[in-house]
């Protein structure tokens, strides 16, 4: 009987779960799908009008004027997925004062609950045109983003301008862009000037596409230097700068950009482009940039770049380097990275070759060009060769995967880099083709290298400028062109491996090997200077900025052994002051010894006293030239005749 009791007992208890569960909440449906885009013709011609000229408050007021395709539903983008961003950072969050107008009404919108950079409006059967009205309220400063505006120059970068109708490749839409720019300025573009009045400049129609490709950089001070003259199509490096004296460019300067224009072509044969503009900006007051496009690239670095060129080799790879994107990443593209507008995700799994290729190309035509010196290259590689082999979190994370970095981390600054890892394809991406070309020289007893993979897979179809794209499969199948081997192999082994280090076969197959001296290369002094940092890296594991703020710790080195970590000021170094000179002094006096250093640091109100058991002195990395071995790396840096 009591069983029995139990038994109804429990069936009772179970009902009621059902039921409270049956209860609970329920998902909320998704809204309707915006429509995905289709490779047919947008009907009509889009135009666009930019106002420029709000240099104080650094306002930019769009007016955009849309064709109907049909009555209904429909919705507009604003670009999100930006090319050579690798994740989702269109600016939304700086449009501001959106007005949609249809015949002279308003049309109310709303703003897609998913996707939030979509806005749907409903268009009456007699609205044939919609008018959009809004602006771009750019940074006013560094805390806000990007800084595209200040009262000497201005970057225009049309996605954050324009919107698109959803539902069509953007390669289908046609528009024409004018924009009205300060008094008395100049501009840089790949866009064609069809006709300008005062400063009102009005481009021929392009594709959509076209348009976010070809940004602007205009100014009060611009120079425009010619570097490729008499060449197949033109190439110009336009300059904009913040005060006219930094346009001053020395004639071995201009021969040296020059030649790396000469020295692309030797290495690519194809170009993809009917002209290129490299858009050039010498400033601290602007954001520094880099960012590649098809005929153009954005690039922004040191205000003294041509004045003060001795001291400043770390600059001179940035060139080169965009320069090779309109070969690598533009023209020969990722299939996972090709999107058909610029709100479809993007996937970034072959970044490595994308990026890592690129990054390497970059030091190889500025070496070739005569924009670093052999030596300069080869210091430069180094410091690149002894990061990455003192990336520890590689024991957790493989390289491959910090393709995903532009989408998990958006450069955001990280605690320990080192452990965490960051957008590592790019450095050690380049450390993998280093190891490739060696190999490729050495098996074919030098009658192949990488630069015959670059012309295989790079320099097709001279003069074409859309997109071909790549994968895995073919990247292996045209090294395996060059010179059979198991390329397969080789990739996914330093691809998804842990370590332990980084892959150094390049740099001993070239000759070389890595070393630590007491004393940094020329490089990397001049590295320290212009970013105002003490790198002691490879010692105490830590890098300090300028007031001894701690800008980096090295996981498990001695400084994170000692409880150190990023943000943290080192007030003094023994008993005494902080400076950098007396911190360096310090390390290299118990080089040998058993008493630590002693630092008294702050970490926001309270300061502590740590000490740091290290007696390794000063280390900086270096190559050592390996005697009675081949100098392959030497070979690769050499100008082509």
Do not use: C
């Not at 889009?46 to 539903?73: H, N, Y």
């Not at 002691?536 to 800008?551: H, M, N, P, R």
């Amino acid at each position: 009987m009591k069983r029995a009791l139990f038994a109804a007992a429990a069936l009772l208890l179970s009902s009621g779960a059902a039921l409270a569960q049956s209860a609970g909440p329920q998902p909320v449906p998704l809204p309707a799908p915006i429509p995905a885009p289709q490779d047919r013709p947008y009907p009509g011609l889009i135009t666009l009008s930019v106002d420029a000229t709000d240099l104080d408050r650094r306002i930019f007021r769009v007016k955009e004027t849309i064709p109907v395709a049909q009555p209904g539903p429909m919705t507009l983008l604003y670009p999100s997925w930006i090319p050579g961003n690798h994740a989702p950072r269109g600016p939304i969050d700086k449009l501001a004062g959106l007005v949609i107008t249809g015949a002279d009404k308003p049309l109310e919108w709303t703003r897609d609950p998913v996707d939030v950079s979509a806005f749907h409006i409903d268009v009456p059967a007699d609205v044939k045109f919609v008018e959009l009205n809004f602006q771009y309220v750019s940074p006013t400063d560094p805390d806000q983003g990007r800084v595209v505006v200040t009262p000497e120059m201005m970057n225009v970068q049309w996605f954050a301008l324009a919107l698109y109708p959803a539902g069509y490749f953007t390669r289908q839409i046609q528009i024409q862009p004018h924009i009205r720019l300060p008094d008395g300025w100049s501009f840089a573009t790949a866009l064609e000037d069809r006709d300008s009045v005062r400063e009102m400049v009005r481009f021929k129609p392009v594709s959509f596409e076209t348009l976010m490709d070809s940004p602007m950089f205009a100014g009060r001070y611009v120079k425009k230097l010619d570097l490729d003259p008499g060449g197949r199509s033109r190439v110009t490096l336009n300059v904009v700068a913040d005060d006219p004296s930094l346009l001053e460019i020395k004639p071995a300067q201009l021969a040296a950009h020059r030649a790396m224009v000469a020295q692309a072509d030797k290495l690519y044969g194809a170009r993809h482009y009917d002209h290129y503009d490299f858009l050039f900006a010498l400033s601290d007051r602007m954001g520094g940039i880099g960012v590649e496009h098809q005929r153009s690239s954005e690039n922004g670095t040191a205000p003294r770049y041509f004045l003060d060129w001795d001291k400043l080799p770390a600059t001179r790879d940035l060139l080169p380097h965009e320069y090779t994107h309109s070969w690598n990443g533009k023209y020969r593209r990722p299939a996972d990275l090709w999107t058909a507008n610029f709100n479809t995700p993007m996937r970034n799994s072959l970044l490595w070759v994308y990026e890592g290729q690129t990054q390497y190309w970059g030091y190889v035509l500025a070496a070739r060009s005569g924009l670093l010196t052999k030596q300069e290259a080869l210091d430069a590689i180094a410091a690149t060769a002894a990061a990455y082999d003192n990336r520890v979190g590689r024991s957790w994370r493989a390289m491959e995967d910090t393709t995903n970095d532009p989408i998990i981390s958006a450069r955001r600054p990280q605690a320990w880099t080192s452990w965490q890892r960051s957008e590592d394809y790019y450095s050690e991406g380049q450390l993998i083709w280093l190891d490739a070309d060696t190999l490729i020289r050495e098996q074919s007893k030098g009658k192949k290298s990488l630069d015959d993979f670059a012309k295989a897979f790079f320099g097709v179809n001279d003069g074409d400028w859309g997109q071909l794209t790549y994968d895995f499969d073919e990247v292996v199948k045209t090294l395996n062109a060059v010179q059979p081997h198991d390329w397969a192999g080789f990739l996914k082994t330093r691809l998804e491996g842990h370590g332990p280090g980084a892959p150094l076969d390049g740099v001993t197959r070239g000759g070389y090997r890595l070393v630590y001296g007491e004393t940094p290369t020329d490089y990397a002094k001049s590295n320290e200077t212009r970013r105002k940092i003490t790198d002691l890296t490879y010692s105490l594991g830590l890098t300090l900025g300028k007031d001894g703020e701690l800008a980096a710790v090295q996981w498990e080195g001695p400084a994170f052994k000692a409880g150190l970590a990023d943000g943290m000021k080192l007030i003094a170094v023994n008993g005494l002051a902080y400076d950098a000179d007396r911190l360096k002094d310090a390390v290299t006096a118990a080089k040998g010894g058993k008493d630590p250093l002693e630092l008294l640091v702050k970490s926001g109100e309270r300061y502590r006293t740590v000490k740091i058991d290290y007696h390794g002195g000063l280390r900086y990395p270096r190559f050592e030239r390996v005697a009675g071995t081949p100098a392959r790396l030497d070979d690769i840096l050499a100008p082509r005749k």
